[in-house]
């Protein structure tokens, strides 16, 4: 059994000189309720908490990168409470007004969320003045306990709170904080960080701080946000400015690709907690579990893929400009198929169709961008009433494809008339997409959403064999171009075919 001390220090470390901390604080005040932060948790609350002659924090931005059951929960839990315990009695020393930090908390998939706020509920208890409560010190200090579902908060009698939530393109706009803490940051994507940055930019202690905890994101992520501070750091560290960043990566202990994934020794490097709260015979079986050793290296060996080809717009602005026609020259007759793509958090969805005509170039539409934090009802109420005219509606999204293909299902949809998109499929309809662009075998008409989404989502690397998929570009949605693209495939593959005029009807 190797030493825990073995994979303490990171493989990649980033962060400015300081000489002054609050880190010793904040560990003293997770000793107090029975956790015991590990050398490598310590040492980056240090850099978290770092502060200079102004009491303004050294790194206003922060990342760490573990693969996966290695304390990344715990060391966000001890940040909260040292916002919420370790502030007050710091600014009251100081003969400043005690107040706590109001902490905005955002993770991709809500289970997440609520098991830091149970976990939360169990330190502060589950009401003002609970009597059950396990610590009854730190009960004292509570206000009000919200458990609205979607409205998970808990409020303090200093003035502090903290926000839980899922991540989408409105999350928390309005709200005010101190400090921003994105979880599972590999799927944060450009849309959901412009949503929830602004939150901080009238920070009330006026000291914001935004901390990102993640693994390196899958071939399947929409994320674009973690890689980009990744790379960057990589790359020029010199030109990042107050940031700190720990990673701990087998991408630094081999030349490429992620070497030997038996390799002991590199499990070891790459795991912090090995040895201590996770055991060799499980990494052991999770080896034999994955379906390929690069599924394993990147979730426990925090293997980063292959830097994606800059930002560069996965179709070019000219070619796509050169593809529009007016409205009236739309084709009227032709082989209809409708697709659907919900974004990553399910939040959104994208209805696009296409027409395959015999003799001149196909066509797509966009019909709509539309919410779908409440369900997909209407829109499977929509699709019914037109699917009887189309071959078929091709849906995309993990978060939102099922229950849409459930809705048609119970409507009465025909068998074989939906169909949930492959991975493949999603490759495929990217590069026809891209492809008849190019050769100009599609038209479309002006629409602002779609020509955003068409000329500044990049390509998004599927697999290991040079597929691709669309991703978010800079301050773009990737969803409008995608459902248009899983139309044109749908209309160009599939053998339903009603054999009768069929016009897109918005």
């Not at 690709?257 to 499990?267: E, L, Q, S, T």
């Not at 050793?293 to 400009?321: C, M, N, V």
Request: proline share 5%.
């Amino acid at each position: 059994m190797r030493s825990p001390d073995f994979s303490q220090e990171p493989t990649f470390h980033v962060a400015s000189d300081y000489s002054k901390t609050y880190g010793p604080v904040a560990t003293a005040i997770a000793a107090a309720i029975g956790v015991d932060l590990d050398p490598c948790q310590q040492a980056t609350i240090n850099d978290w908490l770092a502060f200079d002659y102004r009491g303004k924090w050294v790194h206003r931005r922060n990342g760490e990168m573990k693969p996966r059951q290695n304390g990344k929960t715990v060391l966000l839990e001890t940040r909260i409470e040292f916002g919420i315990l370790g502030i007050p009695a710091i600014l009251k020393a100081k003969g400043k007004k005690a107040r706590g930090e109001r902490i905005l908390y955002s993770a991709h998939d809500y289970s997440t969320v609520t098991q830091l706020f149970d976990r939360l509920r169990e330190l502060f208890g589950n009401q003002a003045h609970d009597p059950e409560a396990t610590y009854p010190e730190l009960n004292a200090k509570v206000k009000m306990v919200r458990k609205a579902t979607g409205k998970e908060a808990i409020f303090f009698v200093n003035g502090g709170a903290i926000y839980l939530t899922t991540r989408t393109k409105n999350a928390k706009r309005g709200y005010t904080v101190d400090t921003i803490i994105c979880d599972e940051a590999q799927e944060l994507t450009d849309v959901h960080l412009k949503a929830i940055l602004s939150t901080a930019s009238s920070a009330p202690l006026g000291n914001p701080q935004y901390i990102f905890v993640g693994t390196p994101p899958g071939p399947e992520s929409g994320g674009t946000m973690f890689s980009t501070m990744h790379y960057a750091l990589k790359e020029h560290p010199e030109d990042e400015k107050s940031i700190s960043w720990s990673e701990w990566s087998v991408c630094d202990l081999v030349d490429s690709g992620y070497g030997n994934p038996a390799d002991r020794d590199v499990w070891y490097r790459t795991n912090p907690a090995l040895g201590v709260r996770i055991d060799e015979e499980t990494v052991e079986s999770e080896l034999g579990t994955y379906s390929t050793e690069l599924a394993f290296a990147q979730e426990r060996l925090g293997y980063w893929l292959p830097k994606q080809a800059a930002t560069k717009s996965a179709i070019d602005a000219k070619a796509w400009a050169a593809c529009e026609i007016l409205p009236n020259k739309a084709p009227k007759d032709g082989k209809l198929a409708y697709g659907v793509k919900f974004t990553t958090d399910g939040s959104t969805a994208a209805l696009s169709a296409a027409i395959v005509t015999e003799d001149g170039p196909d066509h797509v539409e966009l019909i709509d961008v539309m919410s779908a934090e409440h369900g997909s009802g209407k829109l499977a109420e929509w699709l019914i009433e037109r699917i009887s005219r189309a071959s078929c509606v091709i849906i995309d999204g993990r978060s939102g494809a099922r229950p849409l293909e459930r809705n048609l299902a119970k409507l009465g949809a025909k068998k074989g008339s939906v169909i949930l998109a492959s991975a493949n499929q999603a490759m495929d309809a990217a590069s026809l997409m891209v492809e008849s662009v190019q050769a100009g075998s599609v038209t479309h008409i002006a629409s602002e959403a779609m020509d955003a989404s068409a000329t500044k989502s990049i390509k998004r690397p599927i697999g290991t064999a040079g597929g691709f998929g669309f991703g978010d570009g800079p301050n773009s949605l990737s969803a409008p171009i995608e459902s248009a693209a899983l139309a044109l495939l749908a209309a160009r593959t599939s053998r339903r075919n009603p054999k009768r005029r069929s016009t897109i009807r918005c």
